[in-house]
Every structure is written in C-alpha cells, then in structure tokens.
C-alpha cells in the first residue's frame, strides 16, 4: 500500500506493476484527467448529491466532496477489499464521521434499483451497458457514465450486441471519424434507455479520450424533451472510397462507390456550450485546452485530414490552413479533440475536400 496525492486528495492505494482489474482494488493514474473534468462538471453544475456506485479506492467520491462543493457522497463498491480500502481513505481525510459520506457493498445494480440519487456515476470495467437501466432509473438530476470498451467500433456484431447498433467497418477500415461514431453509439444506448423510462439524456459534456468514453447530462422527465432529441436521431452513410458522409439516404456516392451506413444514431449537439466554456474558465492549463477546444465542436463527424488526403492522393495539408480558408469561404471550422488532425465543419465532402486540394497544393508549390 502507498499514500499518493490526486488533485487536492491523499489517499492509500495498492502498489502495483500493471493496472488491470487484477489489483486488489483498482487505481488508474491515467483517469486523473476524467476525474479532473468530472469534479469541474459537479462544480459548475452544482450538484449537492452523487452516488459513485463503482468507487474502488474512492479517489472520485473524495475528489467530489473536496473539490467540488459536492456536500454528500454515496461510496459503493461489491469487492470488500474496495470497501475497507473506502473507509480508510475517508478516514484519511476526516470525513469518515462527517455526516457527508455513506459507504456500502452492494451490486450496482441492486443499489441503483433501491435508491434514487440527485447525480449518478457510473464507472464500471469496461462497458457500462449492463448497468445502464438502472443508472438512468436512479438519476433524478444527472447522469455521468464512463465507457473503456472504446475498441467496440472495430468490431460491429460486438457493438450490436452491447449497445443495439452496429458500427461500420470494410474490410479492416473503419471511417475516418470513427472516434465519435464510437462515442455516440455508446451516448444513443444511454439516452434510449432513459427514454425507455421517460426521461430524456441531455448532454452537457461527453468526450473521447485515449481508450475511454465519458458522458455527463442532465436528466429531464420531459416529454417534450424526449421528442426533441428524438428528432436528431438518423443514420450516417459513409463512402470507404473516397471518405464523404451524409445524412439522407443516397444510393450510391457521387464518386460511384456504394455507401456503407449504420443507424439510428443520435446526431445532434454533445455539449452545452456554457458549460463547457465555465468548466474550462475554472480549468488547470492543459484540462483548459481541451475544454477550450470540446466548447467550440459543434457539427457531427469530423474530416480527418490524413485519411482522407491519402484517398485522394494528396500531400497532407496543414490543419490551420485549412480551417481558415474554410472560414474565409463563410463556413464554420474548428479543431476537435477526437483527433488532432481533423476538422469538424459545416462545409459538405465536396467543399471540404476542394479547400484541402487548395491549401495542399499551395503548400506544395511553396515548398517546391
Ligand atoms: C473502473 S473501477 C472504478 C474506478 C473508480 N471510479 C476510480 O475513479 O478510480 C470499477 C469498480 O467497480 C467495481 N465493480 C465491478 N462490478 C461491480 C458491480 N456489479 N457492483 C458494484 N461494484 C462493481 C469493481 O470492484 C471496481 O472497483
Ligand atoms: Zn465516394
């Protein structure tokens, strides 16, 4: 055992060669970074009540109620080796007699189909689909979810069976933007299954990092609502010869080859801008870049610029350049922090790819 230090907590956690969920109660360092936007979240918001049904050391529980302003959390976690784990920490930090924390050893599931809680969030190994009903029956006010099973979209039988749609992949070759396909994929189960329960999921953050997902909305019991995001739910039709996507159905792409396609999905707005933006205001340097950089992200799947230039025999054009000869033209066009050599923009395939033809060629002539 070993006293480390995350954010403004101290807390024991197990030494261990390899994180895995082989470890007596697991820690991930690499999640600091879910964890630091997850406490900007509940502070903004300002979420009084969070239940962390899956607490393992209960860095996030302690985080919350440290950082955040969060006034009661619930630690829960079915392994006993997490639970005295819990106790100790909270001990650690004074709260263990605070009146501020509840600690129990229950499945997740039996404790989310007993108890309703202002915030729910669920972290689990791996997908949290199986938990996912009675997540969204527990959550009177907001729901957090992490996902690990971000390969999913490599396999679509897999992303069939876990989240009821199947994802595109030819051959091996999965579409440029597969990143956020992945993401809304997952963000679609989250928000049916609230439907399912009348109530809608209304995103205010969900992002994609390095091998994880992670979604933060509010939940409404608003039919209203409901319909709402209902009506951005479609399919998305992707040409693996030559990159374009659409929306509306189309029987084959202008270049001739026939469209792979995967829906229904939701298509609208992953974030609620103020947020984001408030988040990233009260945010360390490196979190603030890249909440900076999800406040901006506005339209669905973005171009990559190295996929797509080597469909079309291009050189690779810078990403800065092509964002403003975009803007110049009138359109929307920003970064996107699915993929740092993307760009997310209004512009359609063919004004897109003819600004990359553009600035690649100038690049060229230039260098030559
Ligand atoms: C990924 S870890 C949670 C990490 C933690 N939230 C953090 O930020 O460090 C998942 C935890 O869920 C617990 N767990 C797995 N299945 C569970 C279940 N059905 N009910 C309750 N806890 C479960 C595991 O024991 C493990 O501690
Ligand atoms: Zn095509």
């Not at 876990?162 to 990143?179: L, N, W």
């Not at 049916?192 to 994880?212: G, M, N, T, Y």
């Not at 993307?342 to 003819?354: I, L, P, S």
């Amino acid at each position: 055992m070993k006293k480390i230090r995350e954010g403004s907590v101290e807390f024991f956690t197990f030494e261990s060669e390899r994180i895995s969920s082989e470890m007596p109660v697991f820690y991930n360092p690499e999640m600091k970074i879910n964890r630091n936007i997850s406490v900007l979240c509940a502070k903004i918001l300002e979420i009084r009540e969070i239940c962390d049904v899956m607490s393992a050391t209960g860095i996030m529980g302690l985080r919350y109620l440290i950082e955040s302003g969060v006034e009661r959390v619930w630690f829960n976690d079915k392994n006993p080796e997490a639970v005295r784990l819990i106790i100790k920490n909270l001990e650690l930090n004074g709260l263990r007699n605070s009146g501020r924390v509840h600690v129990s050893r229950m499945d997740a599931a039996e404790l989310l189909g007993s108890k309703k809680f202002e915030c729910v969030d669920l972290d689990p190994f791996g997908t949290p689909s199986p938990f996912l009903s009675q997540a969204a029956r527990a959550a009177k006010k907001y729901l957090f979810v992490t996902a690990t099973d971000t390969s999913i979209v490599s396999y679509p039988s897999a992303s069939l069976k876990k989240y009821g749609v199947s994802s595109m992949v030819r051959g091996g070759e999965k579409p440029d933007f597969f990143a956020e396909l992945g993401l809304r994929i997952v963000l679609s189960r989250i928000m049916l299954e609230c439907f399912s329960q009348d109530k809608a999921f209304l995103p205010v953050l969900c992002f994609a990092k390095r091998h994880f997902y992670r979604f933060f909305g509010r939940i409404k019991k608003s039919p209203g609502k409901i319909s709402e995001l209902a009506e951005k739910f479609g399919y998305v039709f992707y040409c693996f010869e030559c990159g374009n996507r659409w929306f509306d159905e189309l029987s084959v792409c202008p270049c001739g080859g026939k469209p792979c396609y995967t829906g229904p999905i939701y298509l609208g707005s992953i974030c609620e801008r103020d947020i984001v933006r408030k988040m990233s205001e009260s945010a360390c340097d490196k979190d603030r870049e890249f909440l900076s950089v999800v406040a901006r992200e506005e339209h669905p799947f973005y171009y990559d610029l190295h996929v797509l230039s080597k469909k079309l025999g291009l050189r690779v054009p810078k990403r800065d350049a092509v964002i403003r000869l975009l803007e110049s033209r009138g359109f929307t066009a920003v970064k996107t922090h699915f993929s740092p050599t993307a760009v997310k923009t209004d512009a359609d395939y063919r004004e897109f790819t003819e600004a990359m033809r553009e600035v690649s060629g100038n690049e060229s002539r230039t260098e030559g």
